[in-house]
């Protein structure tokens, strides 16, 4: 397993950007496969979008894709989220998850919480209308 810290989240007006970061420790970093998850208050956990770790294949949920981006610099070990044109509906704790996953698994297999064993502790995205 390898310990996950997220930061970088915060108020936003609804069009507005932030970036997430999720600083990882430990040395093997670059074969994990890494995902943000969020939960909206009373909603379950929902896979936002994953980065897998061998040839850095990208994969998000419908909602996101073309407004957010997935990104490691695995010298830095570190993945971030870029989130642009943000919507009320955003509004979240976005959690960092790290887990070992096959090269060239599919997309539903990043999308399941199972998936991984090792969860930060959540950073607050709250966007305003």
């Known amino acids: 397993q390898v310990q996950l810290v997220e930061s970088g989240g915060g108020l936003v007006q609804a069009g507005g950007s932030l970036r997430l970061s999720c600083a990882a420790s430990?040395?093997?970093?670059?074969?994990?496969?890494m995902a943000w998850f969020r939960q909206a208050p009373g909603k379950e956990r929902e896979f936002a979008a994953g980065i897998s770790w061998i040839v850095s294949s990208t994969y998000y949920t419908d909602s996101v894709k073309g407004r957010f981006t997935i990104s490691r610099d695995n010298a830095k070990n570190t993945v971030y989220l870029q989130m642009n044109s943000l919507k009320p509906e955003d509004t979240a704790v976005y959690y960092c998850a790290a887990g070992r996953i096959r090269p060239y698994s599919g997309s539903n297999t990043y999308a399941r919480v199972g998936t991984y064993d090792s969860w930060g502790q959540g950073t607050q995205v709250t966007v305003s209308s």
């Open positions: 430990g040395r093997t970093f670059s074969s994990y496969a």
